[in-house]
Structures are given as C-alpha cells and as structure tokens.
C-alpha cells in the first residue's frame, strides 16, 4: 500500500469521525425538535423549550431544568442543565455560565486545560473532568482525530454582566449502574450531577 493511499484513507476516516461528532453535536444542541423544523419560541433565559438558536443565532441549552449550580468567583455560576447519556458510549454535559456580578468576567485560560495540542484550538472547556467514585474512574473530555476537544470552543474572552455563555462537554459515558459523577472545573466548586 503506497503511503499517498495511506494518508488518503486517515484524512477519509478522520473526516468521517468529525462528521458524525459534527452531527451529533448539532443534534444535542441544536434546535430540532423532532418535527423537522427549528424550535425557535425558546431563547436564552426563558427557561422554556429545547435547545434552540435566538435571534442572535446562538444556540442555547434546554434551561427549563437545573440539575446543579456550582458557585465561581466574581459572582460567576456554573449552572448544569443535563448530563444525558447516548446510545453511541457519550456523556454529553450541557449547561451555561452565568455572571450574576455586576462587572464583565474575563474567561481565564486554566478552562483550556493544560494540553499544548488543545491549547491551539483556542479557549474551550476541555479542562472540565467527571469522576466516577464507584469506579474509581476520571474521564476527560473527549478528543477528535485531530485532538480538538469535542465540547464549546473559540468563545469570547468575556461574558458581559448580567449575561450567559452556554457550553456543551462531550465524555465517554460511565457504566450504566453508574448514576452521578463529580464534576470539576477550575475556578469552581466542587460537586456530584446526575445522569439521565
């Protein structure tokens, strides 16, 4: 096998598994509903409603349930709507930053981990980890063929007062006996979210 066939079939497999992370990130948070047309009647801070894209085409979490808040400094929240396991081996955590203060918080680069490789990709939330007591397991977030974190990436590197970035956090799902996991960010507490 020549190594042009060779590197022809890593770029086809790396673009096949980018495409199907692709469209199963897109179905996690985006704004389908099942019917084929976009849900637009739920927007940032309405609490109502699946994922969806507002006006200012972003796409925000379901926040019409909170399964744990965990306290920041400055006022700012990590507020955890969903850790929701799929038949493909995933746990996908989604959830929003809240800054509850009255100044612009500055994302610091510590929620980039400590990775060089992902650090290229840019500001991300590849530093957030789950732990699973029982097992005894951590898991990180996950990785494509080109080792880009599969969870919200290239943000800004401020969220306004009184304003939310949501997020989304793609890991290898835990055994199914297994029911909550830690959660740590930096910057924040610590605490258990349960899987759904």
């Not at 796409?59 to 799929?86: C, N, Q, W």
């Not at 930053?97 to 060089?116: C, L």
Request: glycine share 12%; with cysteine.
């Amino acid at each position: 096998m020549s190594i042009r066939h060779v590197r022809t079939t890593r770029r086809a497999g790396a673009a096949a598994l980018l495409a199907a992370a692709l469209t199963f990130t897109l179905s996690a948070c985006g704004g389908d509903d099942g019917t084929g047309k976009e849900n637009t009647s739920a927007s940032q801070g309405t609490g109502k409603g699946e994922p969806s894209k507002s006006g200012d085409g972003k796409t925000y979490p379901d926040s019409s349930k909170v399964i744990a808040t965990f306290k920041g400094e400055k006022g700012l929240e990590m507020v955890i709507h969903e850790a929701k396991r799929d038949a493909g081996g995933f746990l996908t955590v989604t959830g929003e930053m809240k800054n509850t203060g009255s100044e612009d918080f500055t994302t610091p680069v510590q929620w980039n981990g400590p990775e060089q490789d992902v650090a290229l990709t840019g500001p991300s939330f590849a530093a957030m980890t789950l732990t699973d007591a029982k097992e005894k397991k951590r898991y990180y977030v996950l990785r494509d063929t080109d080792n880009r974190p599969l969870t919200t990436t290239k943000y800004t590197s401020s969220i306004v007062a009184g304003e939310s970035l949501a997020f989304f956090a793609q890991f290898p799902a835990p055994p199914t006996s297994t029911t909550e996991v830690g959660i740590t960010f930096p910057g924040f507490t610590t605490g258990t979210i349960e899987i759904s």
